[in-house]
Nanobody, 112 residues
Framework: VQYVESGGGLVQPGGSLRLSCAAS????????MTWHRQVPGEAREWVATMFPGGATFYTDSVKGRFTISRDDDNGTLYLQMNSLKPEATAVYYC???????WGQGTQVTVAL
Protein backbone atom coordinates (compact mmCIF):
# COMPACT_ATOMS: atom_id res chain seq x y z
CA VAL A 1 0.00 0.00 0.00
CA GLN A 2 1.34 3.42 -0.94
CA TYR A 3 0.05 6.97 -0.68
CA VAL A 4 1.82 9.88 -2.33
CA GLU A 5 0.40 13.25 -1.37
CA SER A 6 1.20 16.47 -3.22
CA GLY A 7 -0.07 19.96 -3.88
CA GLY A 8 0.69 21.61 -0.57
CA GLY A 9 2.42 24.94 -0.19
CA LEU A 10 2.28 28.41 1.26
CA VAL A 11 -0.92 30.34 0.66
CA GLN A 12 -2.36 33.54 2.09
CA PRO A 13 -5.51 33.50 4.21
CA GLY A 14 -8.53 33.32 1.94
CA GLY A 15 -6.61 31.50 -0.75
CA SER A 16 -7.06 28.05 -2.25
CA LEU A 17 -5.06 24.87 -2.73
CA ARG A 18 -5.83 21.54 -4.33
CA LEU A 19 -4.19 18.50 -2.79
CA SER A 20 -3.71 15.23 -4.65
CA CYS A 21 -3.06 11.73 -3.41
CA ALA A 22 -1.87 8.96 -5.69
CA ALA A 23 -2.84 5.70 -4.03
CA SER A 24 -1.80 2.17 -4.97
CA UNK A 25 -1.57 -1.36 -3.65
CA UNK A 26 -5.24 -1.90 -2.94
CA UNK A 27 -8.58 -1.73 -4.73
CA UNK A 28 -9.05 2.02 -4.93
CA UNK A 29 -12.45 1.86 -6.60
CA UNK A 30 -13.86 -0.08 -3.64
CA UNK A 31 -12.10 1.92 -0.96
CA UNK A 32 -13.51 4.42 1.48
CA MET A 33 -10.94 7.21 1.22
CA THR A 34 -10.10 9.82 3.81
CA TRP A 35 -8.04 12.95 4.35
CA HIS A 36 -6.44 13.73 7.69
CA ARG A 37 -4.16 16.48 8.92
CA GLN A 38 -1.65 16.88 11.72
CA VAL A 39 -0.04 19.83 13.44
CA PRO A 40 3.33 19.06 15.11
CA GLY A 41 2.79 18.07 18.71
CA GLU A 42 -0.90 17.38 18.22
CA ALA A 43 -2.96 14.31 17.34
CA ARG A 44 -3.79 13.59 13.74
CA GLU A 45 -7.24 14.96 12.87
CA TRP A 46 -9.79 13.55 10.44
CA VAL A 47 -10.80 16.05 7.76
CA ALA A 48 -12.99 14.34 5.15
CA THR A 49 -14.22 10.98 3.85
CA MET A 50 -15.51 9.87 0.48
CA PHE A 51 -17.33 6.58 -0.10
CA PRO A 52 -17.13 4.67 -3.40
CA GLY A 53 -20.72 5.63 -4.18
CA GLY A 54 -19.90 9.31 -3.87
CA ALA A 55 -21.16 10.16 -0.39
CA THR A 56 -18.92 12.68 1.38
CA PHE A 57 -18.47 13.76 4.98
CA TYR A 58 -16.46 16.59 6.51
CA THR A 59 -15.31 17.74 9.89
CA ASP A 60 -17.36 20.76 10.93
CA SER A 61 -14.49 23.25 10.67
CA VAL A 62 -14.09 22.72 6.89
CA LYS A 63 -17.70 22.22 5.76
CA GLY A 64 -18.59 24.46 2.86
CA ARG A 65 -14.95 25.29 2.12
CA PHE A 66 -13.25 21.94 1.41
CA THR A 67 -14.33 19.40 -1.21
CA ILE A 68 -13.12 15.81 -1.39
CA SER A 69 -13.26 14.04 -4.74
CA ARG A 70 -11.74 11.04 -6.46
CA ASP A 71 -10.65 9.76 -9.86
CA ASP A 72 -11.18 6.02 -9.72
CA ASP A 73 -9.66 5.45 -13.15
CA ASN A 74 -6.34 6.82 -11.94
CA GLY A 75 -6.45 5.89 -8.27
CA THR A 76 -6.23 9.50 -7.19
CA LEU A 77 -7.92 11.33 -4.32
CA TYR A 78 -8.25 15.11 -4.19
CA LEU A 79 -8.98 17.76 -1.60
CA GLN A 80 -9.97 21.20 -2.89
CA MET A 81 -9.46 23.72 -0.12
CA ASN A 82 -10.99 27.19 -0.49
CA SER A 83 -11.20 30.19 1.84
CA LEU A 84 -8.23 28.87 3.75
CA LYS A 85 -7.66 29.99 7.31
CA PRO A 86 -4.39 30.00 9.29
CA GLU A 87 -5.72 27.17 11.46
CA ALA A 88 -5.65 24.92 8.40
CA THR A 89 -1.85 24.90 8.59
CA ALA A 90 -0.82 21.27 8.96
CA VAL A 91 0.60 18.26 7.14
CA TYR A 92 -2.19 16.62 5.16
CA TYR A 93 -2.40 12.86 4.61
CA CYS A 94 -4.71 10.59 2.64
CA UNK A 95 -5.57 7.04 3.65
CA UNK A 96 -7.94 4.22 2.92
CA UNK A 97 -10.26 4.00 5.91
CA UNK A 98 -9.03 1.34 8.30
CA UNK A 99 -5.54 1.12 6.82
CA UNK A 100 -2.48 1.30 9.06
CA UNK A 101 -0.26 2.77 6.34
CA TRP A 102 0.47 6.47 5.90
CA GLY A 103 2.24 8.45 3.23
CA GLN A 104 4.72 11.26 3.77
CA GLY A 105 2.01 13.90 3.68
CA THR A 106 2.05 17.33 2.11
CA GLN A 107 2.61 20.53 4.08
CA VAL A 108 -0.01 23.26 3.90
CA THR A 109 0.87 26.62 5.40
CA VAL A 110 -1.67 29.44 5.53
CA ALA A 111 0.00 32.71 6.43
CA LEU A 112 0.62 36.26 5.23
Amino acid sequence: VQYVESGGGLVQPGGSLRLSCAASGFSFTEAIMTWHRQVPGEAREWVATMFPGGATFYTDSVKGRFTISRDDDNGTLYLQMNSLKPEATAVYYCQEAGSTAWGQGTQVTVAL
